[in-house]
């Protein structure tokens, strides 16, 4: 109940009433049959009510939510085998990133994502999910494998953003996220990104140049957090819910923006409510998106990609010149 969202209590409430009658029925050995099925039958309804018009604003806090499945939740689901590589063999491994080969059925992969923590003690060991330079330096080094043996690539974006300290500035933060921009861009094998919770800013896009962005229904993609975003524009981080209303985050706004190419839909409530379903939808994705990369050439997805990108931001001024 501690870890419920505002919006998610009546839901969660309900839910908990109809447990407590089960448990009743069951201790007591008494007929409830009739009076479950008429409270289940609401707390479906209010479910669709709820999360049929959630706002922007709830979906950031649903892309936050401390029980959202994270990379590792989705490895242990979809992966049938997981070797996890360490290093960026210049000074260190970052755990905020993890990376690794992969094997999904037949399919063999090179497989790299944010990992955030569960409790305190992981947390801070993964840093929030937010990646130092030899995380991204781990990440261009493990994509430079995938190329060398011809693995596909596939990420799974899950941070605020990289992390804006003065020791990963000292080490070359910008650097190495543009470092695997340009790398990203020209890599020759086919990649596949999934936005599965926060998509923050270049830390984010730092593994996201990708052939095929997907994103989950209730993830968020963004330049900068809303609340970022707010202490820039209104010096009151307060405004946070304005922010997200005025950048457009969601996946929907995004698939419109066409930024995203897939949306992936969630169990209703959200992926938390059955991780399970969610990694199939997730790896449903990626595995027919791989198919189709596959039949791509070389060169082709290459020349795909770079437009791909390149098309990104284009706007006409009012006489319908493009600009870019």
Known sequence: MAEMLDFEKPIVELEKKIDDLRQLAKQENIEVADELKKLEKKAAKLRRDVFSRLSRWQRVQLARHPLRPYALDYVGR?????????????????????????????????????????????????????????????????????????????????TPGAFPGIEAEERGQSVAIADNLTAMAALRVPIVSVIIGEGGSGGALAIAVADRVLMMENAIYSVISPEGCAAILWADRAKAQDAAEALRVTAPDLMELGIVDEVIPEPLGGAHRDPGEAARAVGEAIDRRLDELSRVPCDRLMEERMAKFLGMGVFKDHSGVPHG
């Open 78 to 158: 979809l992966a049938d085998e997981f070797i996890e590589l360490h290093g960026d063999r210049l000074f260190s491994d970052d755990e905020a990133l993890i990376a690794g080969l992969a094997r999904f059925g037949d399919r063999r992969v090179m497989l790299l994502g944010h990992q955030k923590g569960r409790d305190t003690k992981e947390k801070l060991r993964r840093n929030f999910g937010m990646a130092h330079p030899e995380g991204y330096r781990k990440a261009l080094r493990m994509m430079r494998m995938a190329e060398r043996f011809g693995l596909p690539v596939v990420t799974l974006v899950d």
